[in-house]
């Protein structure tokens, strides 16, 4: 990368199995103004391992842990971005396969035009530094500490067990490197919650996902948690990930703060 263009700003946005973190992510993306350096997306789902490698939990295929990931190929990957501001040759995302309803809009006219207004000034403050948005299930979870050494900007979303058992199973199934993954039955319960806990209970009091943040925790990695405690809907999170954005680059404003 040229020394006269600011290395990229890399924002991670990381949770549980569906608690909205892809489509928070395209949200912001769509909000980011056509003027400025432009923005990239990446999937840590994109850096999965061949499935014949995966582990194993519950007698089942363990896509859900940090054991199922490449960590080495995406900290490699996230260090290019860093230093050339693109992705390496040759890399093909997958995820772009899998659907996600993002919708026009987070709630009305008005308020999507407002949320523009606030990304484009904060963008601005940044001049040509580009926004780079990392989403992933495991980014600040035990076994992903490199991962998270890369991030400027580490914001966690909240989710609870009854809602993500419930989003998860009206899924379809989600494109591999080898084809398509469809979760058997008992796959949250047996597979996807178990791993979060054991990834993420380190942050949170008592180890208890569902309830109190471990301020000291969070505070001390440099972890945003959402407020709400995985209640709020996609307009509300996605201002507080806006004033996350706002305070990454001085721009002040917003709800980017607050953990629960």
């Known amino acids: 990368m040229s020394s006269s263009i600011p290395p990229p700003l890399l924002l991670a946005l990381s949770g549980p199995s569906s608690s909205g973190k892809t489509t928070l992510a395209r949200h912001l993306l769509r909000l980011l103004p056509p003027s400025s350096a432009p923005p990239l997306l990446i999937h840590q789902d994109d850096f999965y391992k061949p499935e014949h490698l995966l582990p194993q939990r519950a007698g089942l295929v363990d896509w859900d842990s940090a054991g199922a990931i490449d960590m080495d190929g995406f900290v490699a990957a996230l260090r ?3 230093r050339t501001g693109r992705m390496p040759d040759g890399f093909e995302s997958k995820e772009g396969q899998n659907v996600v309803d993002v919708g026009k809009d987070v709630g009305n006219e008005e308020a999507d035009q ?18 780079v948005v990392v989403e992933g299930f495991l980014l600040f979870g035990l076994g992903a500490e490199a991962v998270r050494a890369e991030m400027d900007v580490r914001l966690l ?11 998860r199973e009206r899924r379809s199934g989600y494109v591999t490197l080898e084809g398509f993954w469809e979760d058997p039955e008992g796959y949250v319960e047996l597979v996807v919650w178990p791993g979060y806990v054991e990834s993420h209970a380190w942050l949170f009091e008592g180890g208890k996902v569902e309830g109190q943040v471990d301020e000291r925790a969070v505070e001390r990695e440099g972890i945003r948690v959402c407020p709400g405690g995985g209640d709020w809907g996609v307009e509300r999170c996605l201002e507080w990930v806006v004033g996350a954005v706002e305070e990454a680059v001085g721009g002040g404003g917003g709800e980017g703060k607050g953990t629960g």
């Open 80 to 82: 290019h971005v860093k």
């Open 157 to 167: 979303l909240r989710a609870r067990y009854a809602d993500v058992k419930a989003r």
């Open 114 to 131: 407002r949320l523009r207004e606030r990304v484009a000034r904060a963008v601005a403050a940044e001049g040509a530094r580009r926004i």
